[in-house]
């Protein structure tokens, strides 16, 4: 016996689903600039501290110079 | 735009991790296991300087050599492998005390590490010398590294104390009648610009003979036409006794009538100079850097020393603890069901076309007398309504909800307010069940405190490598961590793919909840705060399709971390909470266990795995490969043994084992990466919506032929 049936559903008119999974999302744009400051901040630091390390090593080789 | 984003956040990544890698090899080689103290033999027989050459050597051009003896009655004493921050002050103490000179050969990261005592050394006086960065024989390394060592070693002088030297005592050099030829070749290539200053009397203090011995080691010989160089040692070891006998051979020797110089003023050089400005700010950056790697090291050790003691209980505590829900559940078991409520399954449907007619078959062969079953079209842009109405003429009780598309929570949602039935169980559409699933994952509703029950979802498509790796992973999660959270009361996930719910649990949180990703982690945890007991019923197979390639792996597993982020994020406030008890009767602990759980081996961990892997890289190269090796070793045999006990308790074949080592180096790096990938989407806001995974139909693959079969 088949009881099957089907019942389609109207989309909702009103219902938004803009926060549907939203938590964290940025709404404003204000947390994109920040960290794209930090970002920018964090990155500068890491490579002038990379920069520092290959300097030190490249200053570095070569015989012993008793400067 | 977005892809540019996006390729920024991973060169931030990547700028960030290179420069932490990068500090961690610093502090690897400045801190790796430098060269014990010690001298060369007395005497060789093929001394490369004549007999009664002198203990400082100068070279000239053409490969020449000059040696020169210190005046008579003048006695130069010397101290190696220094600074050190208790033996170098002690000796300090006793040449100021006696107003006597010294030179101290100090070695390079020591400097780095105490700076103010090479100050001290030079304010008092005394001359300072290079004794290489890392105390290396020179004649085993190669010239670069050599050279490096040397030149690194005068940055750290330069730094700590504004001066460079042009003496140098090679590590393991004594005499100058113990020089060999290959010494000599190499000084001469490496160290050309350096006096290179031996010693003619080895107080041997570094073998630690007793005072005495060190005195009548040290003492000038009796009638020497020469001055004396003396060496003795202030680092690299316990030196009291030297620190006495330096005191003896300073009286002694005075008695003798010698006079006390340091190496420069014995052989009339400006040995030591003011550093240039370049080399000096040569040195401040090796000593910025080396500080920042150390800071960064000792940060990362303490985090692993906590996350390794954190792991090694968390599998204990599982061993035991799955042993006995094991226990109890076989107990439960074989007993005839007293309690049969009815049951609406419900099946949120998008574009599964290709295996959702397997599902809803694999429903109907269901043992279960009283199910309602309703498949919930999410506006599907395949065929899925039309495979569902097919199915009409076979399956009893079968109703097609069809909706334009909202989302998973929202179908469900949809399902769930055109469910009758008392107990509502929700399953993926691309999971079949066994005969017996919905029976069993009924039975724990018997118990009035029991909100929601998990499932055991399994992997059906475990065919190939990327398949045996998921398979194991499940089989580990449910088998383990399900049933250490059924036991403790703090179940954090019932998952999508099978999980049972009380109506009037789903009714009071108001259905499943549309705000994070991980709709299933969210709802459980709302559950679990409301007081509900959440069980976990491992007889209760559901085979679900895991993605088969490596680009839908890492879209399923971004949402679910970004998902379970977002979940913990939700439910911050109850991090810490004290045990709900709720209307069942139940006490729940996700408060004070489940959600703290959750952050550490859920974000933290993930979060630091890829710092671990480089650590343990930076052991094998500088400090002890032997114990690094055994560490990864224990760690590797401990997941062997708890991925072995989690298949034996699920029934499953040992054999697939053999793909947990490529696990530990492949699978394990991407999921790791896949976290930190969320992290950054979910500290830079990034919006992440579901992205479909492509379906094969394959879930019910292993099921056929698994040797736990369709009844368990």
Redesign the interface.
């Known amino acids: 016996m088949s009881t099957m049936s089907t019942i389609s559903v109207e989309p909702p008119e009103v219902q938004s689903h803009a926060s549907d999974g939203a938590i964290f999302v940025d709404q404003t744009g204000v947390r994109r600039r920040v960290w794209a400051v930090l970002g920018t901040t964090v990155s500068l630091a890491a490579l002038a501290y990379l920069a520092l390390l290959v300097a030190a090593v490249l200053t570095s080789t070569g015989p012993g110079s008793a400067s | 735009m977005r892809g540019l984003v996006a390729q920024?956040?991973w060169?931030?990544v990547a700028?960030?991790g290179?420069?932490f890698v990068?500090?961690l090899f610093?502090a690897g080689y400045t801190h790796r296991l430098i060269g014990d103290s010690g001298t060369g033999p007395a005497s060789t027989a093929r001394s490369a300087l004549p007999p009664g050459a002198g203990p400082v050597l100068t070279f000239g051009a053409r490969n020449s050599v000059r040696t020169q003896n210190l005046p008579p009655h003048t006695v130069a004493l010397t101290f190696d492998d220094g600074p050190d921050p208790t033996w170098t002050p002690q000796i300090l103490r006793v040449l100021s005390q006696a107003h006597v000179p010294a030179t101290f050969f100090v070695v390079g990261s020591r400097v780095l590490d105490h700076p103010g005592l090479v100050r001290a050394e030079v304010r008092a006086g005394d001359a300072i010398g290079?004794h290489t960065f890392t105390h290396i024989d020179l004649t085993s390394h190669s010239?670069?590294q050599?050279?490096?060592e040397?030149?690194?070693t005068?940055?750290a002088i330069a730094s700590a104390a504004g001066i460079?030297?042009?003496l140098?005592r090679p590590p393991y050099s004594a005499t100058p009648d113990a020089v060999t030829p290959a010494d000599l070749a190499r000084w001469q290539?490496?160290?050309?610009?350096?006096h290179i200053v031996l010693a003619t009397r080895d107080s041997e203090d570094w073998q630690r003979p007793g005072v005495a011995q060190i005195v009548r080691n040290a003492l000038p010989r009796p009638g020497s036409s020469t001055g004396t160089v003396i060496m003795f040692h202030d680092g690299g070891g316990n030196r009291a006794e030297t620190v006495a006998a330096v005191r003896t051979v300073i009286r002694l020797a005075r008695q003798q009538g010698y006079r006390f110089v340091t190496v420069p003023q014995a052989i009339h050089r400006a040995a030591m100079a003011p550093?240039?400005r370049t080399?000096r700010w040569?040195g401040d950056?090796?000593f910025?850097?080396e500080r920042?790697a150390i800071w960064l090291s000792r940060v990362l050790g303490l985090c692993l020393l906590l996350l390794t003691a954190l792991s090694v209980l968390r599998a204990a505590l599982m061993v035991v603890v799955a042993h006995r829900q094991r226990r109890r559940e076989t107990r439960q078991a074989p007993r005839p069901l007293p309690f049969m409520p009815s049951v609406s399954v419900i099946v949120p449907a998008f574009n599964e076309e290709v295996g959702i007619a397997s599902t809803v078959l694999s429903l109907a062969r269901s043992d279960y007398p009283r199910l309602e079953i309703i498949v919930v079209d999410d506006g599907s842009t395949d065929g899925t309504?039309g495979m569902v109405?097919t199915?009409?003429?076979r399956?009893?009780?079968?109703?097609?909800?069809?909706?334009?598309n909202?989302?998973k929570?929202?179908a469900l949602n949809?399902g769930i307010a055109?469910s009758s039935g008392q107990i509502l169980v929700l399953i993926d559409g691309d999971t079949v069940v066994e005969p017996d699933t919905i029976s069993r994952i009924v039975a724990p509703f018997a118990d009035p405190g029991v909100g929601a029950v998990s499932g055991n979802a399994k992997v059906g498509n475990r065919g190939g490598l990327l398949g045996r790796w998921q398979h194991i992973e499940y089989v580990m999660g449910f088998n383990l961590d399900r049933r250490l959270f059924d036991l403790t009361n703090c179940m954090q996930t019932v998952p999508g793919a099978i999980g049972a719910f009380r109506r009037d649990v789903l009714r009071a949180t108001r259905g499943v909840p549309?705000?994070?990703?991980a709709e299933d982690t969210d709802l459980t945890i709302t559950i679990g705060l409301m007081g509900w007991r959440i069980a976990y019923q491992g007889t209760a197979r559901a085979w679900t399709e895991a993605p088969s390639t490596l680009r839908g792996l890492w879209r399923q597993r971004y949402r679910w971390a970004?998902?379970t982020?977002?979940a913990a994020?939700?439910h911050r406030r109850a991090i810490g909470s004290p045990a709900v008890t709720g209307p069942g009767g139940a006490t729940t602990r996700l408060g004070r266990i489940g959600l703290p759980y959750l952050l550490v081996f859920g974000v933290l961990l993930p979060l630091l795995g890829p710092l671990v892997d480089v650590f343990m890289v930076v052991g094998l190269v500088f400090t002890s490969p032997t114990e690094t090796l055994l560490l990864w070793g224990v760690f590797n045999a401990m997941q062997f043994g708890l991925a072995a006990y989690a298949l034996w308790l699920d029934g499953e074949r040992l054999r697939t084992l053999w793909a947990l080592p490529i696990q530990q180096i492949v699978y394990r790096q991407v999921m790791y990466l896949v976290v930190v990938e969320a992290a950054l989407?979910?500290?830079?806001?990034?919006?992440?919506?579901w992205h479909k995974l492509a379906r094969t139909g394959s879930a019910g693959e292993a099921l056929e032929a698994s040797p736990v079969g369709s009844s368990g």
């Open positions: 920024l956040r060169f931030v700028i960030v290179t420069a990068a500090s610093v290079v010239v670069t050599d050279g490096i040397l030149s690194l005068e940055k460079t030297s042009s140098l290539k490496v160290a050309s610009a350096f550093a240039t080399v040569e950056a090796l910025l850097a920042i309504a109405a199915l009409r003429d399956v009893s009780s079968l109703r097609l909800v069809r909706q334009p909202s989302g929570a929202r949809r055109q549309t705000e994070t990703l970004y998902g982020m977002q994020w939700k989407g979910a500290l830079t806001g990034r919006r992440l919506r």
